[in-house]
């Protein structure tokens, strides 16, 4: 027999038949590269954050959206208290300017949720690229 078990003249099994260990490994292979691929790709935001010490002064258009951290907002300067006044303040500068850069700058004691839905509001608004304000550590003397 080609793929079954070999019997020998007084009845002993001598060969194994591999076909079902090689089926179920390549069902694990499988199922372990579809995991892996979903893991590797978690749904969340994509956000080009810069060094704080290597951060770089911006020379393109842009909105400022401030957030601090007793919880109010503000749009290049204005006061804004709901999310249709930013997204109004934010559409207003698109018409200006389609390549414009939204940048957010959170208090360090402000909550990340905040921030985080300030680039939603920026990416539903229809800004392609957004950044993080940062500001340069003080230089240590020595």
Same mark, same amino acid.
């Not at 499988?30 to 995991?35: A, L, N, Q, S």
């Not at 935001?45 to 007793?70: F, M, N, Y």
């Given at each position: 027999?080609?793929?079954?078990?070999?019997?020998?003249?007084? #009845?002993?099994?001598?060969?194994?038949?591999?076909?079902?260990?090689?089926? !179920?490994?390549?069902?694990?292979?499988?199922?372990?590269?579809?995991?892996?691929?979903?893991?590797?790709?978690?749904?969340?935001?994509?956000?080009?954050?810069?060094?704080? &010490?290597?951060g770089q002064t911006?020379?393109?258009?842009?909105?400022?959206?401030?957030?601090?951290?007793?919880?109010?907002? &503000? !749009?290049?300067?204005?006061? !804004?208290?709901?999310?249709?006044?930013?997204?109004d303040a934010i559409?207003?500068?698109?018409?200006?300017?389609?390549?414009?850069? #939204?940048?957010?700058?959170?208090?360090?004691? &402000?909550?990340? #949720?905040?921030?985080?839905?300030?680039?939603?509001?920026?990416?539903?608004?229809? !800004?392609?690229?957004? &950044?993080?304000?940062?500001?340069k550590p003080p230089?240590?003397?020595?």
């Amino acid at each position: 027999m080609a793929g079954g078990t070999d019997f020998d003249d007084e #009845g002993e099994i001598t060969g194994i038949n591999v076909t079902p260990l090689v089926d !179920v490994t390549l069902v694990l292979l499988i199922i372990f590269m579809v995991t892996t691929s979903i893991i590797t790709n978690p749904e969340g935001l994509k956000v080009d954050k810069p060094e704080a &010490a290597t951060g770089q002064t911006q020379d393109r258009a842009s909105i400022l959206i401030v957030c601090r951290k007793d919880g109010t907002t &503000a !749009v290049d300067g204005k006061e !804004v208290t709901t999310d249709d006044q930013i997204v109004d303040a934010i559409t207003d500068a698109l018409v200006a300017d389609r390549e414009l850069q #939204g940048i957010v700058q959170c208090d360090t004691k &402000a909550e990340v #949720g905040r921030m985080v839905h300030l680039i939603d509001l920026l990416r539903a608004a229809g !800004v392609n690229k957004y &950044a993080i304000a940062t500001e340069k550590p003080p230089k240590e003397e020595g």
